[in-house]
């Protein structure tokens, strides 16, 4: 049972353009996401969270959409840049749990 | 500041052996979880520690156990390795709860 899905395993965009990475969840339970960057030969490198109590939540360049109605969450980034070419995880988790429930990721490829 | 450090880094073991693999937390985190991540899938969880104590556990089989030690460094050991055992096993620690975790490089097991 995948509670997080992540349903575009690839992504091109140009440079300077926007990328949109989108996460689908099923357990209203969930109230707390992340999205984590990896490169190859390097563990997850935190990007961006947001809690529930939020529906928007910005970093720099990265910005996090969340959409509890429809249990889906988006990452945007503005402008992509080649060096944000890696495979972005999504993650959530809920209250009385410690673990996080991972999407199966989302390879993003900035072309210059 | 060191990040969260794991080793080693490649391992290669048969069938049937047992593994241990360390892991260093990041410089004030107190609490270590650890997840498997399968080609081409996200991270799993496997289990917690904290306070040297397993706090919560992932759908993983008995053979995969754990220690947490004094000074917050922990071992994932896995006995009775399967050929299905082969993935990256990555640690993260963070201080509290609803901080994002910070992973390590992680431990490439390979199982022939």
């Known amino acids: 049972d995948q509670q997080v899905k992540q349903n575009s395993p690839s992504l091109s965009v140009q440079e300077g353009r926007i990328s949109i990475l989108n996460c689908d969840y099923t357990?209203?339970?969930?109230?707390?996401f992340l999205w984590y960057k990896k490169y190859p030969a390097e563990g997850p490198t935190f990007l961006i969270s947001?809690?529930?109590?939020?529906d928007k939540n910005e970093d720099g360049r990265f910005t996090v959409f969340l959409n509890k109605s429809a249990k889906h969450l988006s990452l945007h980034i503005v402008p992509s840049q080649p060096g944000d070419s890696a495979v972005y995880f999504c993650?959530?988790?809920?209250?009385?749990?410690?673990?996080?429930?991972f999407g199966t990721g989302t390879r993003l490829k900035v072309l210059a | 500041d060191a990040g969260v450090t794991q080793s080693p880094t490649h391992l290669i073991k048969t069938r049937g052996q047992q593994v241990t693999l360390r892991c260093s937390p990041k410089?004030?985190?107190?609490?270590v979880s650890w997840y498997q991540q399968a080609l081409g899938q996200g991270p799993q969880f496997i289990f917690q520690?904290?306070?040297?104590?397993?706090?919560q556990r992932g759908n993983f089989p008995d053979r995969f156990s754990g220690h947490q030690f004094p000074n917050y460094s922990s071992e994932l050991n896995v006995n009775a390795l399967l050929l299905g055992d082969s993935a990256l096993y990555l640690c993260?620690?963070?201080?509290?709860?609803?901080?994002?975790?910070?992973f390590g490089q992680g431990t490439r097991l390979t199982v022939v």
């Open positions: 993260a620690s963070s201080p509290r709860r609803y901080t994002e975790a910070f």
């Open positions: 357990n209203s339970m969930f109230d707390y």
């Open positions: 947001i809690s529930s109590i939020k």
């Open positions: 993650a959530a988790t809920a209250s009385g749990t410690y673990k996080y429930i």
């Open positions: 410089s004030g985190h107190d609490t």
């Open positions: 520690y904290y306070e040297e104590e397993e706090r």
